[in-house]
């Protein structure tokens, strides 16, 4: 089983660029999360996608993020344009929603570590 | 509001030593707890979970948690540290009001000094 894929591991750009993040979720997972990950505020969750539809977005910070899921395999995080706080690392996550519609256990990616100067 | 703490930023244990990781949590009805480590540049692995049943949770490398209701704890332990197990050890609980929503701790780092 490879795991959660992300890519790419380390990015950095200039303020005002876009940039754009990739995830692949274990095969047969039907969950899938974006997290952010700072020293100040800990891990927040951005995003989260069950069968490939957004259920819950109220944690994208603003307009400047977005992200889609086209297929059960593939899933995009992109700041356009991007700013020096939107500095983190980024995680994606996948999981099993269960019988009675409780995710089960999470299975993170490496994380993509983004640095805009 | 529903909150995880973990009190302690860092814990320091000697190889060989017993190690406890705090955690307290407040959630509205009865809480689903789980443990995750994260090790330098790497991402989160799913250690144990508490969802019913046996207060003592036994989880990956060794390590177990006890549900503690009447305290609202979940600490993390392990009777005998290794140096392999210094990393970042996170806290998180969902609550009956949601089937996705994790609430994180701030995290505790373990540091086994050989």
């Known amino acids: 089983d490879a795991g959660v894929i992300q890519s790419p591991r380390h990015e950095v750009t200039e303020m005002g660029q876009e940039v754009t993040l990739r995830c692949k979720p274990i095969?047969?997972?039907?969950?899938l999360f974006w997290y952010r990950q700072t020293m100040m505020r800990g891990l927040e969750l951005l995003i989260y996608?069950?069968?490939?539809?957004?259920?819950?977005d109220s944690g994208m910070p603003e307009d400047r993020f977005s992200a889609k899921m086209p297929n059960a395999s593939f899933s995009t995080l992109k700041i356009q344009p991007s700013e020096p706080r939107d500095s983190a690392v980024y995680f994606c996550?996948?999981?099993?929603?269960?019988?009675?519609?409780?995710?089960?256990?999470?299975?993170f990616g490496e994380g993509s570590r983004l640095t805009v100067l | 509001a529903q909150s995880v703490a973990q009190p302690e930023d860092q814990v320091n244990v000697a190889e060989g030593n017993p190690l406890t990781v705090k955690c307290t949590y407040s959630?509205?009805?009865?809480?689903?707890l789980f443990w995750y480590v994260q090790y330098p540049n790497r991402g989160l692995q799913f250690l144990l979970k508490?969802?019913?049943?046996d207060n003592l949770v036994k989880g990956s490398y060794g390590f177990e948690a006890e549900f503690n209701k009447s305290q609202t704890s979940f600490h993390l332990k392990k009777p005998s540290a290794l140096v392999s197990d210094s990393a970042l050890y996170f806290c998180?609980?969902?609550?009956?009001?949601?089937?996705?929503?994790?609430?994180w701790g701030a995290g505790t780092k373990l540091i086994i000094k050989p």
């Open positions: 996550a996948s999981s099993l929603r269960l019988a009675g519609g409780i995710t089960g256990e999470l299975f």
């Open positions: 959630v509205s009805g009865n809480p689903y």
């Open positions: 508490y969802i019913t049943g």
């Open positions: 996608f069950n069968n490939n539809v957004p259920i819950d």
């Open positions: 095969s047969g997972h039907n969950s």
């Open positions: 998180a609980v969902r609550g009956m009001d949601s089937n996705y929503q994790l609430i």
